[in-house]
């Protein structure tokens, strides 16, 4: 199993330009969330989904879209960047939703740059 | 406002001695408490996690120690390494734990 994989690993982006950032698990996992990474700020929630069909907003989701149309596919869509929106980005799987506590299982992470 | 609190930013300990990372956090409704070991350039991983069911919960030269009336919990790391150098977050989360919510995170450098 790949595990999470997140392309680009780097991406350089001017002010106003939109794009996306991708993630990818192969291990049938229902959740998957993004997180940004500030230094000081620990991992900020942005977006999450518990199945395909399904998303809803964490703590900062302005700026970001997410749609969830397969189980393995969990894209971020920057609409126009921003410099605040320089960061690095996390996405992140786990098994389910149910009773129990399930693992967070991140990708390696997109480095984002905004000028 | 970060609901979740951790200190020290960063810490330097000489091999084979004791890291201690500390958290506070404000919502009762947390019942899920892991900790995540992140190195450079890769994305965290669960290092070892704690329900408020049990006060401490060891897993080899990591602990978790938990004071629910406190609302705080800490990460013991013993005999530490120089391959334990690394950033450490501590987090919390209600119900099966998928919204995490994290401290700003604790850079490790254990000297040989």
């Known amino acids: 199993n790949a595990g999470v994989t997140q392309t680009p690993k780097f991406q350089v982006l001017k002010t106003g330009q939109s794009m996306t950032l991708q993630c990818a698990q192969d291990m049938n996992h229902e959740y998957m969330s993004w997180y940004r990474q500030d230094p000081g700020m620990g991992l900020r929630l942005i977006h999450y989904?518990?199945?395909?069909?399904?998303?809803d907003q964490g703590e900062v989701p302005n700026g970001y879209n997410v749609s969830r149309s397969t189980t393995e596919d969990f894209p971020l869509r920057l609409l126009s960047a921003a410099p605040s929106q320089t960061s690095v980005y996390f996405c992140a799987s786990s098994y389910g939703t149910g009773t129990g506590v399930y693992e967070q299982y991140f990708g390696p992470g997109t480095r984002l740059t905004v000028t | 406002q970060q609901q979740v609190k951790q200190s020290p930013q960063s810490l330097i300990v000489q091999k084979g001695g004791i890291s201690i990372i500390n958290c506070a956090y404000e919502?009762?409704?947390?019942?899920?408490f892991p900790w995540y070991q992140q190195f450079p350039g890769k994305g965290p991983a669960l290092l070892i996690a704690?329900?408020?069911?049990?006060s401490e919960k060891k897993e080899g030269r990591f602990t978790i120690s938990f004071n629910k009336s406190a609302k705080q919990f800490s990460l013991h790391i013993m005999d530490s390494q120089p391959g334990d150098s690394a950033t450490y977050f501590c987090a919390a989360a209600s119900g099966a734990g998928n919204k995490l919510t994290f401290g700003g995170g604790t850079r490790v450098l254990v000297k040989p």
């Open positions: 704690i329900r408020p069911d049990v």
């Open positions: 919502n009762t409704a947390f019942d899920y």
């Open positions: 989904s518990v199945g395909a069909g399904i998303t």
